[in-house]
């Protein structure tokens, strides 16, 4: 075999302007045209509702500043954080665009969030008048956004918080609601009656709200159909080509793929034991590839096998290779004794996410979900970014 990637991605390779570095032991590939075309397409899927991006964790682990610019020339005018800091981070990238911070206004921290022009999505009483009382020093409401409550029990305006809000007219005339949002439990099983029973009481609570945009669905959300997209809505791992709903095929492209080198190809006898706690006891005359991908490089030790059971697997030239043994932190043991004539060799690459293994299988096999082995993926592995904005630029 070669020391390239697999063939079916030797083409983005070559559009990379630098080559993989000797002592990379690890890449991620960053489809920068994908993700605009998923923006793209999601924003014609929810027409004639509105398509925000939300870029929170750092463009979910692939770089916001490779990821915002990307979507903002794609056409995204709105963009969802998470923190002060990345609210900081987006506004940089896109002077002129909509912001959203979804952890609202943290105690002493309003005035600096102020400094940024992002809008803190507010959930509690004391942070609306937080936020509310830097309107004297202004002249004018502060803008900001709501996000109610409708069943998740998690952040939100509780219904007795909406209506003592309007009720206390001080704080209110200071404030300028310029969405209201809310967030589904159970979006990603489609048949839960969850789903309709929030959506019934988003509308519910509209009256006693003020009136502004709405916005209910996420990126498995919007796939529930049109009444739940209302004005606005926020997708997240869609964007990065995650199929965030079982049983439903969101219109959206793959963006990222993952590779680590063989460092080693070992032979191992009936009998002998591989990797740590011995968990592993091979059943037969075994090849066994040395992989550089721990869970310190976010690969989940709950992939880690024991003889007789199934866990995760790497793929070369599409053909699977499961992990045998436990998953340590930077090291990962695959069986490559069936791969008969494609044995890979010492600095090959192992597919660890791409054409042939998706998030969503990963996540499956590890027992969670892609958008957590999306944001786990580490820095360690060095970035190469595909088309987009900006010249591609060897990772770091």
Request: proline share 7%; with cysteine.
């Amino acid at each position: 075999m070669s020391s390239s990637p697999p063939a079916t991605r030797q083409r983005l390779l070559e559009r990379l302007d630098s080559p993989v570095p000797a002592d990379a032991a690890g890449i991620v590939l960053v489809d920068l045209d994908a993700l605009a075309g998923n923006w793209k397409s999601l924003n014609r899927h929810v027409a004639p509702a509105a398509c925000a991006a939300v870029v929170k964790a750092d463009g979910y682990g692939l770089g916001a500043a490779r990821v915002i610019p990307a979507l903002r020339e794609a056409g995204a005018d709105t963009f969802f954080v998470a923190t002060l800091a990345e609210a900081r981070q987006a506004r940089h990238l896109a002077p002129e665009a909509t912001l959203y911070v979804l952890d609202g206004v943290l105690p002493g921290s309003a005035q600096a969030l102020r400094e940024t022009g992002a809008l803190p999505v507010i959930s509690s009483l004391p942070e609306a008048k937080d936020w509310a009382a830097l309107a004297p020093s202004r002249n004018q409401p502060m803008q900001c956004a709501f996000h109610v409550d409708t069943g998740l029990n998690r952040l939100g305006l509780s219904g007795l918080e909406i209506r003592a809000l309007a009720a206390d007219m001080h704080t209110m005339d200071r404030l300028d609601v310029r969405l209201v949002m809310s967030h589904l439990a159970c979006a990603d099983e489609a048949g839960n009656a969850k789903n309709t029973q929030q959506r019934d009481v988003f509308h519910q609570l509209q009256p006693l709200l003020p009136s502004a945009p709405l916005s209910l669905a996420a990126s498995d959300g919007l796939m529930l159909g049109a009444d739940y997209h209302f004005d606005l809505v926020r997708p997240g791992y869609a964007l990065y080509g995650g199929q965030a709903l079982p049983g439903r095929i969101t219109p959206v492209e793959p963006v990222v793929e993952a590779y680590a080198r063989v460092l080693q190809v070992r032979d191992v006898a009936p009998g002998s034991t591989i990797g740590y706690s011995a968990a592993y006891v091979a059943e037969r005359m075994m090849k066994v590839a040395v992989i550089a991908a721990g869970y310190a490089d976010g690969t989940p030790r709950h992939l880690s096998t024991a003889a007789g059971t199934i866990g995760g697997y790497v793929a070369f030239s599409g053909k699977p290779a499961p992990i045998v043994g436990r998953v340590s932190m930077d090291l990962i043991t695959v069986d490559i004794t069936d791969l008969e004539d494609n044995i890979p060799e010492r600095g090959d690459w192992a597919e660890l996410i791409g054409p042939t293994i998706t998030l969503e299988d990963v996540g499956m096999a590890s027992g969670t979900i892609g958008y957590e082995i999306l944001t786990r993926l580490s820095p360690r592995f060095a970035r190469f970014y595909l088309g987009g904005p900006q010249p591609a630029a060897r990772g770091i």
